[in-house]
Structures are given as C-alpha cells and as structure tokens.
C-alpha cells in the first residue's frame, strides 16, 4: 500500500481538516476555557490540557502523563476518552472477555486507527500491530502518537474488497471520515485515499495470519471483510453500529463471519468473531 506524504496533503484539506465538531478551530484563548468548562463538568476526571502544536492538537493529562495528538481542537467526547484513561477504554471496547481477547505474541491489525487509543492499548500486549488509517491529518497524528512504540507500524490508506484508488468523504469530526457516506456534520469535501484489499495488504507485508483484527470502517465493513477471504485472522472485533447511511451493519458482519466458520457474539454493536475450534 503506498504511503503519502502526510504534511502535504493535510496541507491540501487543511480548511477541512482545521475544523472542530460544530464549529472553528479554536484558538489558545478559547482552548483555555474550553477545557476548564469541560473539567468543571466533569470534576472526576483529570484534567486535561489542550494546546495547538503545529499541524495537531495536543490533549495532556497531567495526573496520567497521557499525551495524545489530534488532528484538529479535541471535542468534549475526545476529552472525556483522555481524561478517563483513552487507550484503556478502547481496549475495554473492542475485546470480549474469555472470547476475544489480545494476547502475547500476537499479530493485530487496527483498521480504521483514528488517533492510535487502541493501537497503543494493543501494543502492550501484542507483539506486533499495524496501524491503517485513510485520512492523512489523522495518520500524521496517529504517527506521533505511536512514535515510540518499536512494535506499531503506521500505514495510509483504507481497506476494500479490491485494490483500488477511493475517495474519502470527510467530516466535521475527523472520526467520522468515511468511504460510504459521513453520517453527522458532512462537510462535502473529500481526498483521494489508496485503497487495498486486507489479504494482499498482509501478504505485502510478510504476514501468514493475523491473531486479531479489530475494524472500524464507518460503515464500509461488509466491503472490508469481502477483502480478507486470502488471509486467515483468528479473531475479530468489528464495529458494526449504525454507520452506513444510518443503518447497522452487524447482521451482514454476522453471515459474513459466521458462514467462514467462526462463532460470534455481539455486544453494543460490535461483532466479536473467533475462529471455532
């Protein structure tokens, strides 16, 4: 899969990419007293510092020494995730206790990475992890956020049922980036993304199996997981909520997965898959 170069094309997007949900990028003044607000509201958690550095957001909690960069003003929900422990939180999301779970030695691949809060979870535990992310302000983000993780390997681009060129439709919320349609607060804009099908993605990179995929796709996860029948993938946690046009698309993952063989489970819209034994 082909690496762009980041700085440039979020240079490109940049008036999309600069914006906050709901409203404009935020400067240092309105930051300040954004964050005080939001650590007011919610005086249990953290505090947490937001400052602009560059091309990215920097959300600190001092308490925690967690440090995480966004690719535009972190939103309240954003916020809250590093306030309360973000890569915790997306490892609880993401893995069925007793069912799919990361384990040592494992290969994981975090499809649809966002900022990097469950690829850094899984590090820690896995022994290796790539990291795909389609939208380039994100990827640069998702970079120095992994930075110093020898095990994490950042990657551009999207997954498909085929190796193609896409477009990537963007969203107020860099989260809500998606291939099929963005379904709160589109923006109309979009950037060129190369697309790969998962198998020859691993196969690129050495890999005969995967241990665990985790996959959020906006939407687009019938398309990804058509693009994985080559590679074989022990366990899966796939978010399957109402991201396509605003429809789920769990029964779809289950047929999927379930006429591959594997036993699933669904808990809050995410697909837990394992291969049967």
Same mark, same amino acid.
């Given at each position: 899969?082909?690496?762009?170069?980041?700085?440039?094309?979020?240079?490109?997007?940049?008036?999309?990419?600069?914006?906050?949900?709901?409203?404009?990028?935020?400067?240092?003044?309105?930051?300040?007293?954004?964050?005080?607000?939001?650590?007011?509201?919610?005086?249990?958690?953290?505090?947490?510092?937001?400052?602009?550095?560059?091309?990215?957001?920097?959300?600190?909690?001092?308490?925690?020494?967690?440090?995480?960069?966004?690719?535009?003003c972190p939103h309240a929900g954003?916020?809250?995730?590093?306030?309360?422990?973000?890569?915790?939180?997306?490892?609880?999301?993401?893995?069925?206790?007793?069912?799919?779970?990361?384990?040592?030695?494992?290969?994981?691949?975090?499809?649809? =990475?966002?900022?990097?809060?469950?690829? /850094?979870?899984?590090? %820690? +535990?896995?022994?290796? !992890?790539?990291? $795909?992310?389609?939208?380039?302000?994100?990827?640069?983000?998702?970079?120095?956020?992994?930075?110093?993780?020898?095990?994490?390997?950042?990657?551009?681009?999207?997954?498909?049922?085929?190796?193609?060129?896409?477009?990537?439709?963007?969203?107020?919320?860099?989260?809500?980036?998606?291939?099929?349609?963005?379904d709160d607060e589109a923006t109309?804009?979009?950037?060129?993304?190369?697309?790969?099908?998962?198998?020859?993605?691993?196969?690129?990179?050495?890999?005969?199996?995967?241990?665990?995929?985790?996959?959020?796709?906006?939407?687009?996860?019938?398309?990804?997981?058509?693009?994985?029948?080559?590679?074989?993938?022990?366990?899966? =946690?796939?978010?399957?909520?109402?991201? /396509?046009?605003?429809? %789920? +698309?769990?029964?779809? !993952?289950?047929? $999927?997965?379930?006429?591959?063989?594997?036993?699933?489970?669904?808990?809050?819209?995410?697909?837990?898959?394992?291969?049967?034994?």
């Amino acid at each position: 899969m082909a690496t762009a170069n980041a700085i440039d094309t979020i240079r490109r997007d940049g008036v999309t990419e600069a914006l906050s949900k709901g409203g404009v990028r935020f400067p240092t003044s309105v930051a300040i007293p954004y964050e005080m607000v939001l650590h007011r509201l919610s005086p249990a958690h953290d505090f947490v510092r937001i400052t602009p550095a560059g091309e990215t957001w920097v959300a600190a909690n001092g308490s925690t020494g967690d440090v995480y960069h966004f690719p535009r003003c972190p939103h309240a929900g954003q916020y809250r995730q590093v306030s309360q422990g973000y890569a915790d939180n997306m490892i609880s999301k993401y893995t069925l206790e007793g069912v799919v779970e990361i384990e040592p030695d494992d290969t994981v691949v975090d499809a649809g =990475a966002f900022v990097g809060a469950f690829t /850094r979870g899984a590090a %820690s +535990t896995a022994a290796r !992890v790539l990291a $795909i992310e389609p939208s380039p302000a994100t990827l640069h983000a998702l970079k120095l956020n992994t930075s110093r993780l020898s095990n994490v390997t950042a990657i551009h681009g999207a997954l498909w049922s085929e190796s193609k060129p896409l477009q990537l439709r963007l969203g107020a919320d860099a989260s809500d980036h998606s291939l099929i349609d963005v379904d709160d607060e589109a923006t109309g804009r979009r950037v060129p993304v190369p697309a790969d099908r998962l198998d020859a993605l691993a196969s690129e990179r050495g890999l005969d199996e995967i241990d665990f995929l985790k996959l959020d796709a906006e939407g687009a996860e019938p398309e990804v997981l058509a693009g994985t029948s080559g590679i074989g993938i022990r366990k899966l =946690a796939v978010d399957s909520r109402p991201e /396509r046009r605003g429809t %789920s +698309t769990v029964e779809d !993952v289950r047929t $999927i997965l379930e006429d591959r063989g594997y036993a699933t489970a669904t808990d809050d819209g995410i697909v837990f898959a394992r291969q049967r034994s």
